[in-house]
């Protein structure tokens, strides 16, 4: 069975389309979804209907969707202390999205078990222990150990990094980052996802790279008219580091 596993959509919906074409070119049958579905990013509401709508899915929370939905002044606090235009996005987010949306958001689950073919999978956002730690390239592997201590699962898949990579532990678990649809912080900015296809207890895992109309979602941003909002489509045009 082929699965399509994505993360970190942020509101993109060009890149978006551009990865579900992709993914239906290649015949995946399911789409487990890591979360960060609307935050900061050209089209929130579109995003979370497009995403809650969707049938054959699995979705999980991420870190910026929990801060949507709990939204608290403490919370705004502690957002702009480190990243002041992502406290400025978040502001404009929960303003324009419904209760409804903010509701199906809170909703997610944090992570999500499930098997297929036979081996045991573990859905996350940041890592098994919170939804904003960081799994990226080159970290020593005890590390990685250390954040999967105690994980029943083959195979874990997480985001929140917007950095693809892979871990292979010594326990013979296999930890991958599919990167990010909406904003991805690669060398060359392409929508990042994974195609995993499981087959008699065993699972294969490619990281596929779309090209997608950055142009016009960088315009869509810059319309959305708060403050920052020019950091953020420079962010999609050439990003140089992660926010969030």
């Known amino acids: 069975m082929k699965v399509a596993i994505l993360s970190d959509i942020h509101a993109n919906m060009q890149a978006l389309d551009a990865v579900m ?13 890591l979360g960060d579905i609307a935050m900061a990013g050209p089209q929130p509401r579109m995003a979370v209907d497009f995403v809650r709508e969707q049938k054959n899915w699995t979705v999980i929370q991420g870190n910026t969707d929990k801060l949507i939905a709990d939204f608290s002044p403490q919370i705004i606090e502690d957002v702009k202390n480190k990243f002041p235009v992502m406290a400025k996005a978040l502001v404009d987010d929960v303003y324009i999205l419904e209760d409804d949306k903010k509701a199906y958001l809170k909703a997610l689950p944090e992570k999500y078990e499930l098997e297929l073919e036979g081996v045991k999978i573990l859905l996350v956002h940041g890592s098994p222990r919170r939804n904003n730690e960081d799994i990226l390239p080159d970290m020593p592997l005890n590390i990685i150990e250390e954040m999967t201590a105690g994980v029943d699962a083959d195979v874990i898949f997480c985001g929140h990094t917007h950095v693809p990579c892979g871990y292979q532990t010594n326990k013979k678990q296999t930890v991958v ?19 995993a296809d499981f087959q008699n207890g065993g699972f294969s895992i490619e990281h596929r790279f779309t090209d997608y ?15 920052g909002c020019e950091t953020l489509a420079e962010m999609i045009l050439h990003p140089k580091q992660r926010h969030a």
């Open 21 to 33: 074409a992709d993914l239906k070119s290649k015949n995946c049958e399911k789409v487990f979804c």
């Open 177 to 195: 980052n599919v990167g990010s649809v909406g904003r991805p912080m690669t060398s060359e900015p392409k929508a990042c996802y994974v195609i």
């Open 213 to 227: 109309d950055r142009e016009t979602a960088a315009e869509i941003v810059k319309l959305r008219g708060f403050d």
